[in-house]
């Protein structure tokens, strides 16, 4: 299938309609049209279209040649804030760069690339979970043993098994086999799909801007993006000095900053959390966080951010042994279907 990004964008909204009719046609059984509508973020317009496919949600991002990476030649300037925020990290951790000289060894470089159209899921999710009775022994000891918690994940032998409490009482529960990136990324094709390459992950997180996040070249050196606000990012500091017996306040914080928790403009889910790493085609590899590492060891606000920033890589962060299972809970991924 021909579609680029510039002759998608010079549809009139009826076209447009009519085009993604009649590829609904063309797609595996299950698929239905839910429309086309302007999505709208920092600046970027696009006109996206979303189909579902059994309560799943895809997009239709279009093809041709784009420009990726984090372009070094940039006039990059950092604010106060963030270059305290560096100063503080170098300065514990001995690192002998500038801002700008660690952003560039952190990030991919400036390349084109060729893209044909694809319907990409528009959230990414955990894969390999199964659903378990509640009734099911280890669900019931785990209940017994976790009483007052409202999320539990227990790994034994090799198994994870999750119980949720819902708020009415009710019990979730789940059970995942540590699986390779190659099990998973099996899994999928033989459902028909495949996980986005890598480049293509790239593409959908920043949406064809060039800064350096898809949001713009700032964040807020005030927290961690798990945080949302300084005054959650406060009481966790004060919670982890507490040895974790500090009590959440019964108000609940308020957020004032959220461009990466936003759907970008194409009206994705991504690079959101830090502690969620996605799977990409190239066995291995993910992309858009480092597993909270980063966070986990309090290296610094900013250089917390950092894993989200579109054209993130550091090889300690992005590359893995293909031979060892995934990490449950911190290693997301989103389905790909090609379209020819």
């Known amino acids: ?8 964008e010079r549809m009139t909204a009826t ?17 239905s049209f839910g429309g086309v509508r302007l999505h709208e973020y920092c600046g970027q317009k696009r006109n996206v279209a979303s189909f579902e496919k059994e309560g799943s949600h895809f997009v239709l991002i279009p ?5 990726l990476g984090y372009d070094e030649r940039r006039q990059f300037a950092p604010d106060a804030n963030e270059l305290d925020s560096w100063r503080e990290t170098a300065e514990e951790y001995g690192i002998d760069l500038s801002l700008q000289e660690y952003i560039i060894q952190a990030t991919l470089r400036v390349r084109s690339i060729e893209f044909a159209p694809m319907l990409i899921e528009s959230a990414p999710g955990e894969l390999g979970w199964q659903s378990i009775d509640c009734d099911d022994g280890e669900v019931k000891s785990i209940v017994r043993e976790y009483p007052r918690q409202k999320h539990i ?5 090799g198994t994870t098994t ?28 033989a459902a028909g799909f495949r996980l986005p390459t890598s480049d293509e992950w790239e593409y ?3 949406g064809g801007s060039g800064t350096l996040f898809r949001w713009g070249d700032h964040v807020p050196c005030d927290r ?50 830090p502690y969620k790493s996605e799977l990409v085609r190239e066995i291995g590899v993910t992309r858009g966080g480092d597993g909270g590492s980063t966070i986990c060891g309090g290296a610094g606000f900013f250089i917390g951010w950092m894993t989200l920033a579109t054209a993130y890589f550091e090889e300690h962060s992005c590359r893995h042994d293909p031979d060892e299972p995934i990490d449950q809970g911190y290693t997301v991924g989103r389905r790909v279907l090609e379209l020819y």
């Open 63 to 67: 093809g041709g040649q784009v420009s």
């Open 204 to 206: 959908a997180c920043g």
């Open 224 to 273: 961690y993006p798990t945080d949302i606000s300084p005054a959650e990012a406060e009481w966790n500091r004060q919670w982890a000095l507490s040895g974790g017996t500090l009590q959440r306040p019964a108000a609940e914080f308020v957020s004032d900053w959220n461009y990466h928790r936003a759907p970008n403009a194409f009206g994705l889910l991504i690079a959101a959390d």
């Open 162 to 189: 999750r119980v949720l409490m819902q708020p009415d009482g009710t019990i979730v529960a789940s059970r995942s086999i540590s699986r390779t990136h190659a099990d998973l990324a099996a899994m999928i094709a």
């Open 153 to 157: 994940d227990v790994s034994r032998n």
């Open 15 to 31: 076209d447009r309609t009519q085009f993604a009719e009649r590829l609904v046609r063309q797609l595996p059984s299950g698929f």
């Open 1 to 8: 299938m021909e579609l680029s990004a510039e002759r998608w």
